[in-house]
């Protein structure tokens, strides 16, 4: 059964109006919004509601078995492995979650976690206790049985590894005890209402113990999901078989393929020549290119998508809190997406805009390039020699905005180096191993279902993605408190208090919230959406 919380319930409701007013103003756009006072320049006036969910999906009649659907991934994981690989779409996330599958799933038509490999997750009222009961009958790929004692030996690997979300997890999950073969239950260190939402990425992949036999560097992906590894060309394709013995019944397609183009851009145009069935798309002009086919997807909205990470490490020229704010009023959001997008997207620097549930009263810090240049002169009095080096990619939309961002940090005062990245796994190795970067573009994508894990897994000083960027004992307390409110109203005053800190404490540059669009061909049906902008492809099939 699912989980209503006070927060999910009051969410839904006010998810409802406020998405049925943008579908009239146009304020959930691709294509353009209205400048706010801090932002000189208009945006073109043509606009395209976009909200989440399935959109463009239609009932195709009987499924078609048999048959290999490919996708076009966004970037190629190092690994299979939810204990070191972000669950994401975005990151290997699809690939994984076919493979494992998830003890809960998003329910876009919900807005809700609703149980998948699980039969139930149910809370005390408190929300320090949930009780798992999960399906009869699962198995892995290798023939065992996915018990209660395999969801435990699980999540506690997962906490013990270098995991995306294992300092949320290690911080607020005291114990997990499997009762008996089907019941699971976690006694947390705090209430936390929104427990549910980490059922559904990592920790909620189950992994079986055979896939460390040989050691985690030895590591063999082996899960309960509706497809196995079949094979993996490095840098060129994986494919995934399909599972007879899947819980929920054989899939219809015989073989889930993913296909790495290194840019979507690349990725798009081959789905729009047949040559793929699936792709991802996040850039705001090349999502308004699927809109503008009317291809049918699955769309997630996620904040903080298009921004640059500050690494404000010692020795650092973001460790000082003026060159950050400098760098943050010295950019305007807007003129960037107009450099790099041809004025595409939600463009503006507040956490949470007017489309989402989680807006706030408080808008971002503003552009001033005049109080930029004054902190910049400051910074350089002090022993700054104004160097800064800028990390993105190679494909057109990154291209255009390291020369917009170069341009707008030169203009007060800094002299910027550009760091252009051939692949999107090798900025990820730059930031995420190494280290090794001034500022980064990156996309922290907070989700509208629960902003708060990644929130925490990015913001808090004992996360395990904040990747060098500054923390403040102030935002810690700010986002405990945003985890342990229950009721919807409360929540967004505190993610207010959030956003005031951000303006304060700089930690990244943000520039907009981005549409994820995972499209595919209209011969393509039955896919189910999960969190994350991951999708399922159980009960997918092609006519």
Partial sequence: ?????????????????RLSSAALVGALALGGCASTDDQKSEQPPETTALTEGMRGVTDAGDPVDGGTATYAGYAQPGALDPGTTIAAATTGGIEMANIYDTLLRYDSEEQDFVPQLAESLEADDEFDTFTLTLRDGVTFSDGETLDAAAVVWSQERYAGMPAPEAALWNGNVQSVEATDDRT?????????????????????????????KGGDDAFEP??????????WARDEEMVLSAREDYWDGAPHLDEFRIVYLNDQVTSVESLRGGGVDLAVARDPDVVNTVVEEELPGYVSMTAASNMALINATEGRPGADPRVRRAMALAIDPVLLAQRAFEGAGLNGDQLFQDYSV??????????????????????????????????????????KTMQAVKASLEAVGMEVTLRPMRTIAEQITAIVIDRDYDVAAWGLNYREADPFSKMYSTLHSDGTQVYGMATSPERDALLEELQATADQDAAVEVMDRIQQEYNESIPFL???PWA????????????????????????????
């Fill in 1 to 17: 059964m699912t989980l209503q919380t006070p927060r999910t319930m009051r969410s839904t409701r006010t998810r409802v109006a």
């Fill in 358 to 399: 989680w807006h706030t009263e408080t808008g971002g810090p503003g552009h001033d390039p005049d109080e930029a240049k004054a902190l910049v002169e400051e910074a350089k009095a002090d022993g700054w020699d104004g160097e800064i080096e800028y990390l993105d990619g190679t494909d057109p939309g990154s291209s």
């Fill in 184 to 212: 699971v239950v976690y006694e947390l260190a705090r209430p936390w209402p929104g427990f549910p939402s980490i059922l559904s990425t990592g920790p909620g992949m189950v992994v079986a113990e055979s896939s460390v």
């Fill in 222 to 231: 082996v899960g309960a999901g509706p497809f196995e590894l079949k094979s």
């Fill in 510 to 512: 943000n520039w907009s």
């Fill in 516 to 543: 994820e669009y995972i499209a595919w061909d209209t011969d393509v049906h039955g896919v189910v959406g999960l969190a994350s902008s991951m999708i399922l492809m159980a009960d997918a099939w092609i006519d």
